[in-house]
């Protein structure tokens, strides 16, 4: 069983065709995690018995002939900030190392209600602070295509177990491009709903008005088939939008002729790598052949976005991240005298140097006398950005961009330069700070044979074009015929 090539509807076709069965594919992803992981550093915890009992009943439906439900045998992982019954549930972070979830993730017990097989837990940035999978509290995550370099961040648990064929499809979660950037690096899709578009039930927040969930996948057609399974209203979050579902997978295969896709100027200067940039003017080039109409458009506050978003993100997580204080779950200090010693040498024990760095960041952002200074003037700033957008969107149905300036870095490689390894997500934190979806899509490889990534952006909750595109991209591209459908 070769199942590095399976997708979503290779899954469900064999097991419609009793040609497999969903207990061993689950079986079959353990002996890989098994004898692969070690060295990639993807899982956390697995949940064997949670997935067997899962492929078990899909293997009962299958053998009495009924309807298979979309997403029915298919093995997944997912990524350990969001909140899996049962199983333990670290957000990568020492402080949460024996934390046991009361109750799961509404993406989650959607995948599962759709047949989805849940392999385990994935590692990732602790709290999915970082952009290269080495602020884990555990253990640095690999890339399965160069070992030596990093799988990027925060979601590299979610890329890697994709990429190195552990799962059939994984779930992520995007603040400032954890999800498209390491499906960049790795050589996989990923894709970042609409802010709203689903549920954050469930997920350990970082940067709540910044926080998405989304898959990671082979092909550009099995990410529609998970986004059609976990998006929609939820009345657990209050955030998310009361906005129809549309057929995503319907989109799928339509023409794009006649589409107008912005190319903006502000993404392709100075510090892109030049086979990025030639990647990316070759799917430019395979988009006009399709009749598509390329335009150039201007996001001008574009190079206050980096600032903006570190200025926004750690203001949110200090926030967020002072209810993990010793008291109500979590690590707690021994041999403490006071509670104010509890307090400190709880977090101080628990937490590890970037998320410190970040809370500290934006408690004083926060602080009196620097709030109107710093964060205040950055949510205008965001307001500004957010304008940009729609301008841009008057005039076209998408926007075209690089995911990364750089393909996959060296492990350890920016570890000693905070401001350098933020850098790495200048091509995708606007697209949080204004709410849109975008996604990562393989558009080539380099030289060396790293994985490059083309960025898709539409309109709010107009997923539906960003995939139409993405599967024309993903069509020009010689990896894709070596999938089966």
């Known amino acids: 069983m070769n199942i590095e090539l399976l997708t979503i509807d290779g899954v469900r076709d064999l097991l419609a065709r009793k040609e497999m069965t969903a207990t061993a594919l689950a079986e079959a992803c353990y002996g890989k995690i098994a004898a692969e992981d070690e060295k990639i550093g ?6 064997k018995s949670r997935a067997m009992a899962k492929a078990a009943e899909i293997d009962q439906l299958a053998e009495r002939g009924d309807p298979l439900p979309p997403l029915a045998g298919v093995p997944v992982g997912i990524k350990d900030v969001l909140m899996t019954r049962g199983v333990r549930t670290t957000a990568a972070s020492k402080i949460l190392d024996d934390f046991i979830a009361p109750y799961d993730c509404t993406a989650v ?21 970082g952009s290269s999978n080495e602020n884990s509290g555990y253990k640095p995550v690999r890339n399965p295509r160069d070992l030596t370099r990093v799988p990027g961040g925060s979601s590299g648990g979610s890329a890697a177990t994709v990429a190195a064929g552990m799962a059939v499809a994984a779930l992520g979660s995007d603040t400032g491009g954890s999800i498209r950037q390491p499906a960049a690096f790795c050589g996989v899709v990923g894709l970042m709903p609409t ?14 008005s910044l926080d998405h969930i989304g898959p990671l996948t082979r092909t550009v057609k099995d990410a529609a088939s998970v986004l059609q399974v976990i998006a929609g209203r939820d009345p657990l979050d209050s955030t998310s939008a009361d906005v129809p579902v549309a057929d995503y997978l319907g989109a799928i295969g339509k023409s794009v002729k006649g589409l107008k896709i912005g190319v903006p100027e502000e993404y392709f200067g100075k510090g892109l790598d030049d086979e990025i940039r030639a990647a990316i003017e070759g799917v430019m080039d395979q988009l006009r052949a399709a009749d598509c109409e390329l335009v150039r458009v201007s996001l001008p506050h574009t190079k206050y976005a980096v600032p903006t978003y570190y200025l926004v993100a750690t203001a949110e997580a200090s926030s967020n991240l002072a209810r993990f204080d010793g008291v109500r779950y979590g690590h707690r200090a021994e041999a403490v005298q006071t509670l104010a010693e509890m307090y400190r040498r709880s977090r101080n024990e628990g937490f590890g140097t970037e998320v410190k760095r970040r809370i500290m960041l934006g408690t004083y952002a926060l602080s009196a006398g620097y709030y109107d200074a710093y964060y205040l003037k950055a949510q205008r700033v965001r307001t500004l950005l957010a304008r940009d957008f729609q301008q841009a969107f008057s005039r076209v149905d998408a926007i075209l961009t690089p995911v990364t300036p750089t393909p996959a870095f060296k492990l350890g490689e920016k570890t000693e330069d ?22 990562s899509v393989p558009c080539g490889n380099t030289r060396e044979g790293l994985p490059i990534g083309v960025q898709i952006m539409a309109k709010h909750f107009d997923e539906s074009t960003m995939l139409r595109i993405a599967h024309a991209v993903e069509q020009g591209q010689s990896t894709s015929t070596d999938l089966k459908p």
């Open 109 to 129: 017990a959607r995948m599962e209600a759709a047949g989805a097989v849940v392999l385990g837990k994935l590692n990732c940035d602790e709290f999915a602070m």
């Open 418 to 439: 905070p401001v350098e390894m933020y850098l790495s997500d200048i091509f995708t934190v606007t697209a949080n700070l204004v709410g849109v979806p975008g996604m």
């Open 195 to 208: 802010y709203g578009r689903v549920s954050r039930y469930g997920l350990i927040a970082f940067g709540s």
């Open 42 to 47: 993807a899982f956390l915890t697995l949940s």
